[in-house]
């Protein structure tokens, strides 16, 4: 069952709303648990995953799970215990490595720790950004988030404007030294296409040569957000050659193409409107529009015509 037939779902929602967190609880009763919830999270371009949230008495952070990915494409199996022990059995996990309470879970002299920047699509996230604070970048929106490693788990907690007025910092501070925590977190990585393929597959299925070139992260994770690097368009020129398309293929990676390959912007952003439709899970579309580098101007233009 996927996300959009679990939220059309009625009685299963209803189901795990109101029984769910009940049982969760008994599974736990060894624990110190003040709460257990579930509530609807929005994420990013307005999906809506329903989270099961544990809030023990000596913890900041509550733990949450999101059902989704535990619910079977045949829901008449829940009746199985194992599907409930295994998110108790995670939970568990969870509230074995958080840390204990502090007096607040925003400090300042974690920043350089915990602070890093999320890029997201604008217009699909309009009801989002109602609520924090952002820069603007083409149709993109740049916010603050703070990283909570959760054991095996990583969380992302938007910066509020509250927050950074707890502060005393402004927006813009926060921006230069959130930046520099992503480009070492998260550090740059720009290669030919088939080379990225070839490292995935270790070698075994070598790959014909691509015109595409990789831009993204070493790690592979988050790298929508190295467009905003310092030089980071110069040196794709500089490996390219020439003017190129940058391709916002997920909130991942992003792709490069010389224009001299294919030079149909229509045909292009058929190309992204395609993956975005039919390929990316909703979460991690990035953006509809095509960018094009202009190197004598070290200018990046987006591209929005209709198709």
Not at 30 to 44: L, M, Q
Not at 131 to 151: K, M, T
Not at 236 to 246: D, P, T
Request: aromatic share 10%; hydrophobic share 35%; proline share 6%.
């Amino acid at each position: 069952m996927n996300i959009d037939e679990f939220q059309r779902n009625t009685s299963l929602r209803r189901f795990v709303e109101e029984k769910l967190p009940d049982m969760i609880r008994d599974r736990l009763s060894d624990c110190r648990i003040e709460s257990v919830y579930a509530r609807n999270t929005r994420k990013n371009n307005g999906q809506v995953l329903l989270g099961l949230y544990v809030q023990p008495e000596d913890r900041d952070l509550a733990p949450c799970i999101y059902v989704e990915p535990y619910i079977p494409p045949d829901p008449s199996i829940l009746k199985e215990e194992g599907i409930w022990d295994r998110i108790a059995g995670d939970f568990r996990y969870a509230l074995d490595v958080i840390e204990p309470k502090t007096e607040e879970l925003y400090r300042p002299e974690d920043v350089s720790e915990h602070l890093i920047l999320k890029l997201i699509n604008r217009q699909k996230n309009e009801e989002l950004l109602q609520n924090y604070p952002y820069r603007s970048f083409l149709d993109l929106a740049v916010l603050l988030e703070w990283e909570v490693i959760c054991g095996r788990r990583k969380g992302m907690i938007h910066i509020s404007q509250e927050v950074l007025d707890s502060w005393g910092r402004s927006f813009d501070e926060m921006y230069e030294i959130a930046l520099t925590n992503t480009m070492r977190k998260y550090p740059l990585r720009i290669a030919p296409l088939g080379h990225i393929l070839d490292d995935l597959s270790e070698g075994r299925f070598p790959n014909e040569e691509s015109p595409f070139y990789y831009v993204g992260t070493v790690r592979g994770l988050q790298g929508g957000v190295a467009i905003l690097y310092p030089g980071l368009l110069k040196e794709v020129y500089r490996q390219i050659g020439e003017a190129y398309y940058l391709i916002p293929s997920s909130i991942n990676e992003l792709l490069a193409l010389p224009c001299s390959y294919d030079s149909d912007q229509v045909h292009l952003m058929n190309l992204v409107w395609d993956v975005n439709t039919f390929v990316l899970d909703r979460a991690d579309i990035l953006s509809d529009s095509l960018y094009l580098y202009h190197p004598e101007e070290d200018r990046l233009e987006m591209i929005t015509q209709k198709c």
